[in-house]
C-alpha cells in the first residue's frame, strides 16, 4: 500500500495539490513508490521497524536501501537515533531529502531511476517539502566540476573583482551563484543559527535573531568593510575567500561554527577548526559552492564580543579578537577566541581558552588568557604596524573583548 507520507508529517496539500499529487503517485511504479517512501520516512526519523511495518515490505529491503543511500552520500539514514516515532522534518533532512532526490542516480548508485527520482522531486518541491534550489546549485557544482582550475565561484565580487583588477586572479571562467535560488536566508533551527551561503552581510546586520542573540556576530558585521560592500559581499565569499585578514573567519572560529558545501559528490559538513588549510586556501574542493554556515545557537549564560582596531572606517583590521563563551554560577564553561589578520591563516587561540575553561573570569585571567593570545598572534610587519605592535595590540584587544562577552553573558546577551 502506497503511505501518504509528505502530507502527514509535512503540511496538508491543497486541494489542487492533492489532486496532483495523486496523479503522480499513480504514474510510479509501486517498487519506486516504496523507495521514495523508505527514503522520506527515514528521513522524518521513522524507525525500520516501523517504516517496514507501514510499508508490508521486509526489512532486508528497507535496510538494503538505506544503505544504498548511504552509501551514495546521504548519509546519516540509517545511523539516526529514532525515537519511533516520526519527527518535525528540520531543514538538515530536507537538505538531505533534496540531495536524494535532485541528484543524479547514477551519483546514488541506483541505475535505472532517473525518471522516479525526477518524478518524487517535482512532488517534493510541489508541496513545499523541498526548496526548489537544488536542481540548480548541482548544475552549478557540474559546471565547477567540469571547468576545474580554470573557474572561480562569482558571488558578492567584494574579494574576487578585486583581485582580477589587480591581475592577482586570472580564472579562465566564472560560475556567478547569485542566481542560485534558496541560498540567502538567517534563521534559528535545530539548536543552530543557519546563515545561507548566499546572505549579504547587510542581511545579518538588520536580522533581529543576529541582533538579539549573537552578539559577536553582530559586532562582526557592523565592522566589515562600509555599506556599499555589505549590500553585496557575501558570508559564504567572506569564508571561502579564506583570507586571513577577513573578520568571519575569527568569529566563526570563536563560535565554533560548521561549513556545509555542497558538490558533485554530495553534500559535506566541514569543522571551521579544518576549513582554513592556508594563506587564502581552504578545505573546499574546486567543484564546491558553500551553501550553509552552522553557528550554534548560544546556551544561557553565554556572551560574546568582536573588537576591532582598523586605522579607518571600513578598514581591513589591523588586529581583531573574537570571543564567545558560556558561564555558568560564574565560572567559564566553554570559550572560543578567534584572532584576526595576525597570522597566515585565521588563528583559534586554544592555549588562552584553556587558560579560561573551567575558571572564574577575573581580572588576573583575563590578563592571563591575554597574553597567552598574544603569544598565539604570529603577523608580520607591514603598513599597519610593527610586530611588536600588533602582538600587543592583541593582547589588549583580548582583554577587551573577554570584559565585554563577560558582561554580556551576565546580562544574558
Ligand atoms: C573596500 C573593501 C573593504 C573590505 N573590508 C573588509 C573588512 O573590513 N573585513 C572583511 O572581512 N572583509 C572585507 N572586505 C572583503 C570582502 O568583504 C569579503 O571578502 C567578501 O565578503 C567576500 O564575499 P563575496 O561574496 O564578495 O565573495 P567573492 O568576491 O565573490 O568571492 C571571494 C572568493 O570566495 C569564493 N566564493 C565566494 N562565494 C563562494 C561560495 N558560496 N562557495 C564557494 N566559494 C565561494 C570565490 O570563488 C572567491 O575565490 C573588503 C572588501 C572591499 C572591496
Known amino acids: 500500500m502506497a503511505p501518504d507520507v509528505p502530507s502527514r508529517f509535512v503540511r496538508e496539500p491543497s486541494d489542487s495539490e492533492r489532486a496532483e ?83 543524479r542516480p547514477r551519483d546514488l548508485g541506483i541505475p535505472g531511476t532517473r525518471w522516479s527520482l525526477a518524478r518524487l522531486r517535482g512532488y517534493l518541491v510541489q508541496t513545499g517539502t523541498v526548496p526548489a534550489l537544488s536542481q540548480e546549485l548541482l548544475r552549478a557544482t557540474a559546471l565547477l566540476a567540469k571547468l576545474g582550475d580554470d573557474a572561480k565561484v562569482l558571488s558578492g565580487g567584494q574579494s574576487l573583482i578585486p583581485l582580477m583588477k589587480l591581475r592577482l586572479a586570472a580564472p579562465h571562467h566564472l560560475v556567478d551563484i547569485n542566481g542560485l535560488p534558496g541560498l540567502a536566508y538567517v534563521r534559528e533551527d535545530g539548536g543552530a543559527l543557519r546563515i545561507g551561503g548566499l546572505t549579504r552581510e547587510a542581511d545579518l546586520e538588520e536580522s533581529d535573531v543576529v541582533r538579539s542573540r549573537y552578539p559577536l556576530l553582530f559586532d562582526t558585521c557592523r565592522v566589515i568593510a562600509d555599506p556599499i560592500v555589505r549590500n553585496l559581499a557575501t558570508v559564504g565569499g567572506n569564508l571561502a575567500h579564506g583570507d586571513p585578514a577577513n573578520d568571519h573567519p575569527a568569529t566563526m572560529l570563536a563560535f565554533g561554527a560548521e561549513v556545509v558545501a555542497v558538490g558533485t559528490a554530495g553534500e559535506r559538513k566541514i569543522p571551521i577548526g579544518s576549513f582554513f588549510t592556508g594563506p587564502f586556501s581552504t578545505a573546499l574542493r574546486p567543484d564546491e ?47 572560543g577566541i ?76
Not at 81 to 90: E, F, K, T
Not at 299 to 320: L, N
Not at 382 to 394: I, N, T
Open 338 to 413: 578567534g584572532l584576526t589578520n595576525v597570522g597566515s591563516v585565521p588563528i583559534k587561540a586554544v592555549k588562552a581558552e584553556a587558560a579560561l575553561r573551567g575558571k572564574r573570569p577575573d581580572e588576573a585571567t583575563i590578563k592571563q588568557a591575554a597574553q597567552l593570545a598574544a603569544e598565539a598572534a604570529d603577523p608580520s610587519a607591514d603598513l599597519r604596524g610593527s610586530v611588536e605592535y600588533k602582538k600587543d595590540l592583541v593582547r589588549v584587544l583580548t582583554a577587551r573583548a573577554l570584559r565585554k562577552a563577560i558582561e554580556r553573558a551576565q546580562k544574558g546577551a
Open 21 to 103: 499529487l495523486t496523479r503522480v503517485r499513480e504514474a510510479w511504479p509501486a517498487a519506486t513508490r516504496a523507495r521514495a517512501a523508505i527514503v522520506l520516512l527515514s528521513a522524518m526519523r521513522v524507525s525500520v521497524s516501523e517504516i517496514v511495518q507501514r510499508l508490508g515490505l521486509s526489512r532486508p529491503t528497507v535496510t538494503h536501501w538505506l544503505r544504498r543511500f548511504d552509501r551514495s552520500g546521504v548519509p546519516g539514514l540509517l545511523d539516526r537515533p529514532r525515537s519511533g516515532r516520526p519527527a518535525r522534518i528540520s531543514s538538515e533532512t530536507l537538505r538531505h531529502i533534496t540531495m536524494v532526490v535532485s541528484a
Open 289 to 335: 559552492i558553500v551553501v550553509e554556515i552552522r553557528v550554534p545557537s548560544p546556551k544561557p549564560g553565554s556572551g560574546g564580543a568582536y573588537v576591532k582596531m582598523e586605522r579607518k572606517v571600513g578598514d581591513f583590521a589591523t588586529a581583531a579578537v573574537a570571543v564567545q563563551l558560556t558561564l555558568s554560577g560564574g565560572v567559564c564553561q566553554e570559550v
